[in-house]
């Protein structure tokens, strides 16, 4: 098992970036798929990058691709999201979670954290 909080969000200007971190407990974080997904008000959750358990692998939504950057630090049980060229439409409450199958298997990350907002103003 695996508990995940994040840490990160923020109020950022359209065209500007963020930072968020997913930090996780207990000792097997580096056996863990995993991802970060995001829900705006009234939408459903959607997700948004993947990346393997060794960090050598990694999957992106269309809509973040060539702006956002998963990335993990397996000795310091963290997960990233670098978000750049932020756009209004990428407000939303991110949520990271871990999976214990395959990183691309979107539908089966069954730990998550609490999420953090992000607003991008126009």
């Known amino acids: 098992q695996v508990q995940l909080v994040e840490s990160g969000g923020g109020l950022v200007q359209a065209g500007g970036s963020l930072r968020l971190s997913c930090a996780a407990s207990g000792r097997t974080f580096g056996r863990f798929a995993m991802a970060w997904f995001r829900q705006a008000p009234g939408k459903e959750r959607e997700f948004v990058a993947a990346i393997s358990w060794s960090g050598g692998s990694t999957y992106y939504a269309d809509s973040v691709k060539g702006r956002f950057t998963i990335s993990r630090d397996n000795a310091k049980n963290t997960m990233y999201l670098q978000m750049n060229s932020l756009k209004p439409e990428d407000t939303a409450v991110y949520s990271c979670?871990?999976?214990?199958?395959?990183?691309?298997?979107?539908?089966?990350?069954?730990?998550w954290g609490q999420g953090t907002r992000v607003t991008v103003s126009s």
């Open positions: 979670a871990a999976s214990n199958v395959a990183y691309y298997y979107i539908d089966n990350y069954n730990y």
